[in-house]
């Protein structure tokens, strides 16, 4: 099983400010990285897959980079409904799936 | 646009069965992978189980062989058989729908709001 690692668990950030999000994979996994964003109490929403390609209707304050074992999720200026969890999935080794253990991002 | 409601959830106890639904609506079901996802609670993310357009399922190996996804395109509904339960099992059960039509891409742009399932005695 390919083993997603995030970093740091919790991130806290100013509204305006940027955050930068780590995601880790065990082993590579090519471009085949995608990232989540969830809100207490809602599902999940697809921010970005193929680790750069934004899904459709995300803002371009979120982009994605990185290839192999090192990925980055960046929101270039947060917005307040920007504060939630976000997750890292690894699809490379279909069908076994694998999440990271998410990031907290909060407001300083 | 898209809709997904998934239903089923309650308490069952340890070694029981149940039969969790997905109503899909707002886009044409039976060309799309569906896939269940589970997240227990205070928890991460957890891939179940996958069938494609085609048919072909998948699952993970902490469910294969008590678990069983199905699909009825006639109805627009996924469904999930859970036997064997145990308490590891408890969790929030969302169904979530892969962005392409006729492919699996393993990533998931649609979710329901879950259903919960929780196995105590």
Redesign the interface.
């Known amino acids: 099983e390919i083993v997603m690692t995030q970093s740091p668990a919790t991130l806290s950030v100013s509204p305006g400010e940027r955050a930068t999000l780590s995601c880790r994979a065990s082993q590579s996994v090519n471009y085949n990285l995608a990232w989540y964003q969830q809100k207490p109490g809602q599902a999940p929403r697809l921010l970005i897959y193929y680790a750069s390609t934004r899904a459709t209707g995300i803002p371009g304050r979120f982009s994605g980079s990185g290839f192999g074992t090192e990925f980055t999720l960046t929101i270039s200026s947060l917005q307040s409904e920007d504060f939630a969890l976000y997750y890292c999935q690894q699809y490379n080794d279909w069908p076994r799936l694998t999440f990271g253990g998410g990031t907290k991002v909060e407001i300083k | 646009q898209v809709q997904l409601v998934e239903s089923g959830g309650t308490l069952v106890k340890p070694g029981g069965s149940l039969r969790l639904s997905c109503a899909a609506s707002g886009f044409s079901f039976s060309d799309y992978s569906m896939t269940w996802l589970r997240q227990a609670p205070g928890k991460?993310?957890?891939?179940v189980s996958?069938v494609t357009s085609g048919g072909t399922t998948?699952?993970?190996?902490s469910v294969r062989g008590r678990f069983t996804i199905s699909r009825d395109n006639a109805k627009s509904s996924l469904y999930l058989q859970m036997n064997s339960l145990g308490a590891e099992d408890t969790a929030l059960y969302?169904c979530?729908r892969d962005?392409f039509e006729y492919s699996?891409?393993?990533?998931?742009?649609s979710?329901?709001?879950?259903t919960l399932v929780t196995v105590s005695s």
């Open positions: 991460g993310l957890e891939w996958c998948y699952y993970a190996d969302y979530a962005p699996s891409s393993w990533v998931f742009d979710w329901g709001q879950g």
